[in-house]
């Protein structure tokens, strides 16, 4: 394929505590802070703790969840005593890192999150030409240097103005979301791979501005399609658990006939439909949103060479 | 030999309480099934109450509203004046101490069960509050028994300072039943299938025990609660370090002098400078985080129980 310029990125934004109980982000962030990371070669880097009340609280949100709060009609709306304190802040961090679809938006966010489900390390993001090739490649980079922990991306196809979620309001953006780990907790494995993950992205930038050229290549990348919700009685009640089978099996093939749920009551629930890959199985967080689990395809994208683009 | 063995009463007055955390999953849902339907937990002569202890907790999905429950029981809180201006799980205290107390008098429910989840790797865990109960001692003997090959350990918490006022301590004989890992709001079907089946065996130790049963004099292996282990923390209050990763998930394995214990965010070990092997657990459990707690120490021993059969009248 032919070679690929994409334009450069000057500074760098790493975000923690987006949800307050999701603990790498918040310890990261500090530490960076203490250090302070400010620059990586040219690329300037801001560190942000987004929801420090909801940290304080050890809460996931106070009163709205935080990574909701960015599609375009949220940032504009008005703000009066009554708005709640997440879409407040995210109207505060639009203005510090945004605004969202401007040319003054920080060139890339990385926003830092943890899941309860077995998803190892994971990059999520939403498909845009440019964002796909730079993080592609950072896959790439992570795969050939982070041995320790699986590294999968996750694509969103949500176009700019709905997109809802903190990574949005960069030019690129994409979380990184690493599991399994309780809310509330903060592992030291999990944490050093967070951290290195980022040095990795911040070494790549670095070689990125100084004109370094990165071979093409393929990867993987999961695309949602949809999700599944726990079976109900009519009070609305889960009447079900995540089967044994699939606990702890994010992107391993789900077929026809394979075990889903077990009633309280000892039944087998098995899925029906197409052969597609679970991800986000039994996530804390989306008990109150209706999922059980996420489903995707999986697709192999080959990307070109790139550099940066000289101005 | 009869003189050596100890004379219970039948317990009649059991009960099984969820949600005493209400973000531990397990307990609040098998105690939701029970008492929508309770068919399982039934046993002839047996008065078995399923019971959530803190709804709105439960409600919230969150371990506690005003403060932590498990806590509560304390002599000073269940004999306080102010009705409704007292903290919510202070009045909740009450009132369970009124339905399944009151704690230390003749009318106390024979038995409780407290079911719990921890963020640790605990496994299955059955906490005892006195090594002089010999009717818990032979019930745990008889559980573990049970549940072999899979492992149930029991947890001794006799620490004049480090032992707690629990839901469970307004019965006669009061258990434990923890069971992890498991992350808080999240219901784990290896988790809950666990705690159901200790919780049958539980409940068949004292059907058999009540229809006349003698337990022979036997001997259980307990880990005693040591010393508590908080983080490391800057003049702030804020932890420094983490649970180090050789530590971390090792509950129940020895952790000698010299081992690394925690790790500073910025890479460095912090060793373990105790004088003797010691058995960690409770390790990297979230609630304890503002308990100023990262792990507690246990040592082994072994406690004897008498024999011990039901009261003749």
Same mark, same amino acid.
């Given at each position: 394929?032919?070679?690929?310029?994409?334009?450069?990125?000057?500074?760098?934004?790493?975000?923690?505590?987006?949800?307050?109980?999701?603990?790498?982000?918040?310890?990261?962030?500090?530490?960076?802070?203490?250090?302070?990371?400010?620059?990586?070669?040219?690329?300037?880097?801001?560190?942000?703790?987004?929801?420090?009340?909801?940290?304080?609280?050890?809460?996931?949100?106070?009163?709205?969840?935080?990574?909701?709060?960015?599609? =375009?009609?949220?940032?504009?709306?008005?703000?009066?005593?009554?708005?709640?304190?997440?879409?407040?802040?995210?109207?505060?961090?639009?203005?510090?890192?945004?605004?969202?679809?401007?040319?003054?938006?920080? =060139?890339?966010?990385? =926003?830092?999150?943890?899941?309860?489900?077995?998803?190892?390390?994971?990059?999520?993001?939403?498909?845009?030409?440019?964002?796909?090739?730079? +993080?592609?490649?950072?896959?790439?980079?992570?795969?050939?240097?982070?041995?320790?922990?699986?590294?999968?991306?996750?694509?969103? =196809?949500?176009?700019?103005?709905?997109?809802?979620?903190?990574?949005? +309001?960069?030019?690129?953006?994409?979380?990184?979301?690493?599991?399994?780990?309780?809310?509330? +907790?903060?592992?030291a494995d999990i944490f050093n791979v967070v951290k290195e993950a980022l040095d990795l992205t911040l070494q790549w930038l670095q070689k990125f501005s100084s004109g370094h050229s990165f071979e093409g290549g393929t990867v993987e990348a999961y695309t949602f399609v949809k999700s599944v919700d726990y079976p109900r009685d009519s009070a609305g009640k889960a009447t079900a658990v995540i089967h044994q089978n699939l606990q702890d099996n994010d992107f391993k093939l789900l077929r026809s006939g394979d075990p889903i749920f077990q009633t309280f009551s000892g039944d087998i629930l098995k899925y029906e439909g197409e052969d597609l890959y679970p991800f986000f199985v039994n996530e804390c967080a989306y008990y109150e949103k209706k999922i059980a689990f996420h489903l995707a395809q999986r697709k192999t994208y080959s990307f070109p060479p790139i550099s940066v683009k000289n101005d | 030999n009869n003189n050596n063995t100890a004379r219970f009463d039948a317990a009649r007055r059991v009960a099984i309480f969820g949600g005493t955390h209400g973000n531990e999953m397990s307990g609040v849902t098998l105690v939701n099934l029970w008492m929508q339907n309770s068919a399982e937990i039934q046993r002839k002569g047996l008065e078995i109450k399923p019971f959530i202890t803190n709804p709105k907790a439960v409600e919230k999905c969150v371990r506690y509203v005003d403060t932590d429950l498990n806590r509560a029981f304390t002599q000073e809180n269940l004999s306080a004046t102010g009705g409704d201006e007292l903290p919510y799980e202070v009045q909740r205290a009450q009132e369970i101490? $009124?339905?399944?107390?009151?704690?230390?008098?003749?009318?106390?429910?024979?038995?409780?069960?407290?079911?719990?989840?921890?963020?640790? &790797?605990?496994?299955?865990?059955?906490?005892?509050?006195?090594?002089?109960?010999?009717? &818990?001692?032979?019930?745990?003997?008889?559980?573990?028994?049970?549940?072999?090959?899979?492992?149930?350990?029991?947890?001794?918490?006799?620490?004049?300072?480090?032992?707690?006022?629990?839901?469970?301590?307004?019965?006669?004989?009061?258990?434990?039943?923890?069971?992890?890992?498991?992350?808080?709001?999240?219901?784990?079907?290896?988790?809950?299938?666990?705690?159901?089946?200790?919780?049958?065996?539980?409940?068949?130790?004292?059907?058999?025990?009540?229809?006349?049963?003698?337990?022979?004099?036997?001997?259980?292996?307990?880990?005693?609660?040591?010393? $508590?282990?908080?983080?490391?923390?800057?003049?702030?209050?804020n932890i420094i370090a983490m649970v180090h990763p050789n530590l971390q998930d090792c509950d129940w394995e020895p952790l000698n002098p010299g081992d690394p214990m925690f790790q500073t965010f910025d890479g460095k070990t912090i060793h373990y400078q105790g004088s003797s092997t010691v058995y960690p657990t409770f390790i990297n459990e979230a609630a304890y985080y503002e308990k100023q707690q990262a792990f507690v120490t246990t040592r082994r021993e072994t406690l004897a129980a008498s024999a011990i059969s039901k009261t003749t009248k």
């Open positions: 394929m032919e070679r690929t310029s994409v334009p450069p990125i000057h500074n760098v934004a790493i975000c923690g505590g987006t949800h307050g109980n999701e603990l790498t982000g918040v310890y990261i962030v500090r530490e960076m802070q203490k250090q302070k990371m400010e620059k990586a070669g040219s690329v300037s880097v801001t560190t942000v703790e987004t929801n420090p009340r909801a940290v304080a609280a050890g809460r996931r949100y106070t009163e709205m969840d935080l990574n909701r709060c960015f599609t =375009d009609v949220l940032l504009s709306s008005p703000i009066t005593e009554s708005t709640l304190y997440e879409v407040r802040r995210a109207q505060e961090l639009n203005a510090q890192l945004g605004p969202k679809g401007s040319a003054e938006a920080v =060139d890339l966010l990385i =926003d830092l999150h943890n899941t309860t489900s077995n998803m190892g390390l994971c990059l999520i993001l939403r498909p845009n030409r440019n964002a796909i090739l730079s +993080v592609i490649h950072k896959i790439l980079y992570f795969k050939n240097n982070l041995s320790s922990v699986p590294v999968r991306a996750i694509q969103l =196809d949500i176009p700019s103005s709905k997109a809802y979620s903190l990574e949005s +309001v960069g030019k690129h953006g994409f979380a990184i979301e690493v599991g399994p780990q309780p809310n509330g +907790v903060l592992r | 101490n $009124r339905m399944f107390g009151p704690k230390g008098s003749a009318e106390a429910y024979d038995v409780i069960f407290d079911l719990h989840n921890t963020t640790s &790797n605990m496994g299955c865990t059955l906490i005892l509050e006195s090594s002089k109960d010999a009717f &818990n001692l032979q019930m745990m003997n008889y559980i573990k028994k049970a549940f072999a090959p899979a492992s149930c350990l029991v947890l001794l918490n006799e620490h004049p300072l480090l032992k707690y006022s629990t839901s469970r301590s307004v019965a006669k004989h009061p258990v434990g039943m923890e069971v992890g890992p498991q992350p808080q709001g999240v219901l784990r079907s290896n988790i809950f299938e666990a705690m159901r089946v200790i919780l049958k065996h539980a409940l068949d130790f004292i059907s058999l025990f009540n229809e006349g049963m003698e337990f022979p004099p036997c001997t259980v292996e307990v880990f005693r609660v040591l010393e $508590r282990m908080d983080y490391p923390r800057d003049a702030n209050g």
